[in-house]
């Protein structure tokens, strides 16, 4: 018996899991440096007094995001369908699963690759602190520093291993649609195949009709029995 579709549903249970637990774990640290941050000001850092800046430095989790928040969608919809993968086979959940794999760990990647992005949009949100001190944004892209925390690679993992399960889980339904030769006699549908009876040894065959005889006619000058006479012939 193939154990590809139970081995994926039990990895689709852990991949959902993963990408749940991983969305509400930090994704990234947001920083001020104040050595670059008195750089971009032209002035001495040692000139900066301690808490003269305003607070910079926090932590950020995926479900402060939409991308969080998609995450856990995604890992819910693997829980649920590594559950119902182990206990019937049904065709399509191996896409579902492939799909929320995807979603889940891939807006984990989306936010590795865009994390510039995620600089900017942090500075944008400290505008208005900043700007209190007279301090323009535009000069604080060298003094931000965004740094990736462990709770978004979890997530770009479990995702991985989503996907991973859903094609293992989709092998699982080819296997089982395609069907498997049953044991004993038969066809590969499992239907049997009709048999030829065998004589046991030492059985005679059963003699052969024989044919009829034609009648001899009787010698020239000899009367043929009539059919009413019981006497037998006349000469």
Do not use: H
């Not at 505008?127 to 000069?139: E, K, V, Y």
């Not at 892209?141 to 978004?152: C, Q």
Request: overall charge negative; some cysteine.
């Amino acid at each position: 018996m193939s154990t590809t579709r139970p081995t994926g549903s039990v990895l689709a249970i852990a991949g959902g899991i993963g990408l749940t637990i991983a969305a509400f774990l930090s994704w990234g640290t947001v920083s001020l440096d104040a050595t670059k941050f008195a750089a971009a000001l032209g002035i001495d850092p040692s000139q900066i007094s301690p808490g003269s800046l305003p607070e910079m430095s926090q932590s950020v989790s995926g479900t402060d995001g939409w991308e969080g928040k998609l995450a856990v969608v995604a890992g819910i919809v693997a829980i649920v369908v590594g559950v119902i993968a182990m206990r019937e086979v049904r065709k399509g959940l191996g896409v579902v699963l492939i799909v929320a794999g995807l979603a889940g760990g891939g807006v984990a990647l989306y936010d590795v690759v865009t994390v510039n992005d995620q600089k900017d949009a942090a500075i944008q949100d400290a505008a208005p602190d900043l700007q209190q001190f007279g301090i323009q944004t535009s000069t604080l892209s060298d003094a931000i520093d965004v740094s990736l925390d462990p709770g978004i690679w979890i997530c770009v993992l479990a995702g991985l291993v989503v996907v991973v399960a859903g094609v293992m889980v989709r092998a699982g339904e080819t296997e089982t649609s395609s069907g498997t030769p049953s044991a004993g006699f038969g066809t590969s549908f499992g239907s049997p195949t009709p048999m030829t009876p065998v004589s046991p040894p030492g059985a005679m065959a059963p003699p052969a009709p024989v044919a009829p005889l034609d009648p001899v006619p009787p010698p020239a000058g000899v009367e043929a029995p009539s059919a009413d006479d019981g006497r037998g012939t006349s000469v």
